[in-house]
Protein backbone atom coordinates (compact mmCIF):
# COMPACT_ATOMS: atom_id res chain seq x y z
CA UNK A 1 0.00 0.00 0.00
CA UNK A 2 1.78 3.66 -1.05
CA UNK A 3 1.81 6.03 1.77
CA UNK A 4 0.29 9.25 1.81
CA UNK A 5 3.04 12.11 1.70
CA UNK A 6 3.10 13.54 4.80
CA UNK A 7 4.73 16.89 4.44
CA UNK A 8 4.33 18.13 8.26
CA UNK A 9 7.02 14.44 8.96
CA UNK A 10 10.50 15.94 7.95
CA UNK A 11 10.03 19.20 9.72
CA UNK A 12 8.74 17.57 13.01
CA UNK A 13 11.84 15.14 12.84
CA UNK A 14 14.15 17.71 12.15
CA UNK A 15 13.30 19.47 14.99
CA UNK A 16 13.50 16.32 17.50
CA UNK A 17 16.85 15.72 19.22
CA UNK A 18 16.39 12.05 18.63
CA UNK A 19 16.67 12.07 14.68
CA UNK A 20 20.19 12.38 13.00
CA UNK A 21 20.15 14.03 9.50
CA UNK A 22 23.41 13.76 8.38
CA UNK A 23 24.76 10.44 9.83
CA UNK A 24 27.58 10.49 7.44
CA UNK A 25 29.31 13.09 9.71
CA UNK A 26 29.01 10.44 12.65
CA UNK A 27 31.07 7.74 10.83
CA UNK A 28 33.19 6.88 13.74
CA UNK A 29 31.74 9.07 16.35
CA UNK A 30 28.85 7.25 17.62
CA UNK A 31 30.06 6.63 21.10
CA UNK A 32 30.21 10.62 21.37
CA UNK A 33 26.67 10.95 19.83
CA UNK A 34 25.61 9.09 22.93
CA UNK A 35 28.28 10.29 25.38
CA UNK A 36 29.13 6.89 26.44
CA UNK A 37 30.84 4.11 25.86
CA UNK A 38 27.50 1.65 25.91
CA UNK A 39 27.40 -1.06 23.05
CA UNK A 40 25.49 0.19 20.01
CA UNK A 41 22.50 -1.88 18.55
CA UNK A 42 21.24 -1.21 15.26
CA UNK A 43 17.56 -2.04 13.80
CA UNK A 44 17.39 -1.93 9.71
CA UNK A 45 14.13 -0.76 8.81
CA UNK A 46 12.60 0.34 12.34
CA UNK A 47 9.25 1.68 10.90
CA UNK A 48 6.63 2.89 13.70
CA UNK A 49 9.15 2.25 16.16
CA UNK A 50 6.99 -0.07 18.72
CA UNK A 51 10.50 -2.24 19.03
CA UNK A 52 13.41 -0.29 18.80
CA UNK A 53 11.65 1.94 22.04
CA UNK A 54 10.34 -0.95 23.82
CA UNK A 55 14.13 -2.32 23.44
CA UNK A 56 15.74 1.33 24.64
CA UNK A 57 13.23 1.43 27.29
CA UNK A 58 13.90 -1.86 28.63
CA UNK A 59 17.95 -1.56 28.20
CA UNK A 60 18.88 2.01 29.45
CA UNK A 61 22.63 0.71 29.29
CA UNK A 62 22.67 0.16 25.52
CA UNK A 63 22.44 2.42 22.97
CA UNK A 64 19.78 1.59 19.88
CA UNK A 65 20.21 3.31 16.01
CA UNK A 66 17.30 2.84 13.86
CA UNK A 67 16.83 3.16 10.23
CA UNK A 68 14.24 3.74 8.10
CA UNK A 69 13.56 5.50 4.47
CA UNK A 70 10.20 6.50 4.96
CA UNK A 71 9.55 9.71 6.69
CA UNK A 72 5.63 9.17 7.00
CA UNK A 73 6.51 6.28 9.23
CA UNK A 74 9.70 7.07 10.78
CA UNK A 75 7.35 10.21 12.48
CA UNK A 76 5.62 7.91 13.99
CA UNK A 77 9.11 6.25 15.48
CA UNK A 78 10.35 9.40 16.37
CA UNK A 79 7.39 10.24 18.62
CA UNK A 80 7.47 7.29 20.38
CA UNK A 81 11.00 7.71 21.19
CA UNK A 82 10.42 11.33 22.33
CA UNK A 83 7.17 10.45 24.93
CA UNK A 84 9.62 7.69 26.25
CA UNK A 85 12.50 10.49 26.83
CA UNK A 86 14.90 8.05 25.39
CA UNK A 87 18.13 9.34 25.21
CA UNK A 88 19.92 6.15 24.15
CA UNK A 89 17.80 5.96 21.16
CA UNK A 90 19.14 7.83 17.75
CA UNK A 91 16.72 7.28 14.70
CA UNK A 92 17.86 8.22 11.08
CA UNK A 93 16.06 8.78 8.09
CA UNK A 94 18.14 7.03 5.04
CA UNK A 95 18.04 4.40 2.74
CA UNK A 96 19.79 1.23 4.28
CA UNK A 97 21.76 0.93 0.90
CA UNK A 98 24.17 3.69 2.05
CA UNK A 99 24.21 1.81 5.67
CA UNK A 100 28.12 1.41 5.08
CA UNK A 101 28.71 4.77 5.08
CA UNK A 102 27.73 5.79 7.93
CA UNK A 103 29.18 3.40 10.46
CA UNK A 104 32.94 2.44 10.77
CA UNK A 105 34.54 -0.80 11.82
CA UNK A 106 33.70 -2.12 14.91
CA UNK A 107 30.70 0.47 16.18
CA UNK A 108 27.94 -1.59 16.31
CA UNK A 109 27.39 -4.77 18.23
CA UNK A 110 23.95 -6.12 17.28
CA UNK A 111 21.45 -5.96 14.36
CA UNK A 112 17.97 -6.23 14.05
CA UNK A 113 15.86 -7.27 10.98
CA UNK A 114 12.91 -7.09 11.59
CA UNK A 115 10.04 -8.52 8.51
CA UNK A 116 11.73 -6.44 5.45
CA UNK A 117 10.92 -7.06 2.17
CA UNK A 118 11.16 -10.42 0.71
CA UNK A 119 11.57 -9.46 -2.46
CA UNK A 120 10.86 -12.39 -4.03
CA UNK A 121 11.45 -12.25 -7.74
CA UNK A 122 15.24 -13.73 -8.94
CA UNK A 123 16.37 -10.49 -10.07
CA UNK A 124 15.33 -8.81 -7.15
CA UNK A 125 16.89 -10.94 -4.46
CA UNK A 126 20.17 -8.94 -4.12
CA UNK A 127 18.03 -5.83 -2.85
CA UNK A 128 17.15 -8.59 0.18
CA UNK A 129 18.23 -7.08 3.96
CA UNK A 130 19.53 -10.57 4.78
CA UNK A 131 21.52 -11.13 0.99
CA UNK A 132 25.27 -11.99 0.82
CA UNK A 133 25.93 -8.56 -0.74
CA UNK A 134 24.55 -6.84 2.55
CA UNK A 135 26.02 -9.16 4.93
CA UNK A 136 29.13 -8.35 3.65
CA UNK A 137 28.66 -4.71 4.13
CA UNK A 138 27.57 -4.95 7.66
CA UNK A 139 30.39 -6.74 8.53
CA UNK A 140 32.53 -4.17 7.75
CA UNK A 141 31.21 -2.24 10.76
CA UNK A 142 30.10 -5.38 13.21
CA UNK A 143 32.15 -6.42 16.27
CA UNK A 144 33.63 -9.47 16.05
CA UNK A 145 31.06 -12.32 17.59
CA UNK A 146 28.03 -9.94 16.97
CA UNK A 147 24.54 -11.30 15.82
CA UNK A 148 22.26 -10.62 14.05
CA UNK A 149 18.31 -11.14 15.22
CA UNK A 150 16.25 -11.64 11.78
CA UNK A 151 12.38 -12.36 11.90
CA UNK A 152 10.03 -12.88 8.79
CA UNK A 153 7.24 -13.79 7.88
CA UNK A 154 8.03 -15.27 4.46
CA UNK A 155 9.31 -18.79 3.97
CA UNK A 156 11.32 -18.22 0.81
CA UNK A 157 13.27 -15.37 1.94
CA UNK A 158 14.01 -17.05 5.74
CA UNK A 159 15.09 -20.15 4.11
CA UNK A 160 17.58 -18.53 1.52
CA UNK A 161 18.69 -16.34 4.04
CA UNK A 162 20.24 -19.49 5.82
CA UNK A 163 22.40 -19.92 3.18
CA UNK A 164 23.57 -16.07 3.36
CA UNK A 165 24.34 -15.90 6.23
CA UNK A 166 26.56 -19.14 6.15
CA UNK A 167 28.07 -18.39 2.92
CA UNK A 168 28.91 -15.07 4.90
CA UNK A 169 30.88 -16.31 7.77
CA UNK A 170 27.86 -16.50 10.39
CA UNK A 171 26.98 -19.59 12.59
CA UNK A 172 23.25 -20.01 12.96
CA UNK A 173 23.26 -19.86 17.20
CA UNK A 174 19.21 -20.50 17.39
CA UNK A 175 16.16 -21.15 14.58
CA UNK A 176 12.65 -21.60 14.92
CA UNK A 177 9.63 -21.72 12.17
CA UNK A 178 7.03 -20.75 14.45
CA UNK A 179 8.51 -18.18 16.78
CA UNK A 180 5.30 -17.81 18.88
CA UNK A 181 5.59 -21.38 19.62
CA UNK A 182 8.62 -21.57 20.25
CA UNK A 183 9.32 -20.96 24.15
CA UNK A 184 11.73 -17.92 22.86
CA UNK A 185 11.26 -15.46 25.51
CA UNK A 186 12.99 -12.71 24.25
CA UNK A 187 10.52 -11.34 21.51
CA UNK A 188 8.96 -7.92 21.17
CA UNK A 189 6.28 -8.12 18.79
CA UNK A 190 6.67 -5.59 15.93
CA UNK A 191 3.46 -3.57 14.74
CA UNK A 192 3.36 -5.73 11.36
CA UNK A 193 4.18 -8.92 13.97
CA UNK A 194 1.13 -8.41 15.52
CA UNK A 195 -1.64 -7.59 12.67
CA UNK A 196 -0.36 -10.75 10.47
CA UNK A 197 -0.11 -13.00 13.09
CA UNK A 198 -3.73 -12.03 14.14
CA UNK A 199 -4.55 -13.50 10.56
CA UNK A 200 -2.65 -16.93 10.90
CA UNK A 201 0.56 -15.83 9.31
CA UNK A 202 3.64 -18.02 11.31
CA UNK A 203 6.71 -15.86 12.07
CA UNK A 204 10.29 -17.43 11.30
CA UNK A 205 13.03 -16.15 13.67
CA UNK A 206 16.75 -16.95 13.47
CA UNK A 207 20.35 -15.22 15.53
CA UNK A 208 23.16 -15.93 13.43
CA UNK A 209 26.64 -14.89 14.85
CA UNK A 210 29.75 -13.51 13.22
CA UNK A 211 32.18 -15.99 13.31
Known sequence: MRLRKKWWARPEMEQSPCVIIEPKEYKGKWQQVFNNNNPIHLELGCGRGRFIAT?????????YIGIDLKDEV???AVRKVV???LNNVKLIPLNINWVGDIFDKDEI????INFCN????????????????????YKGFLKPGSEIWFKTDDQGLFNDSIVYFEESGFEIKYITYDLHNSGFDKNIVTEYEEKFTA???KTMFLIAKLK
Do not use: Q
Not at 55 to 63: L, Q, S, T
Not at 109 to 112: G, L, Q, V
Open 109 to 112: SKIY
Open 199 to 201: LGM
Open 74 to 76: LVY
Open 55 to 63: KGEANRDIN
Open 83 to 85: EKE
Open 118 to 137: PWPKLRHNKRRLTHSNFLRI
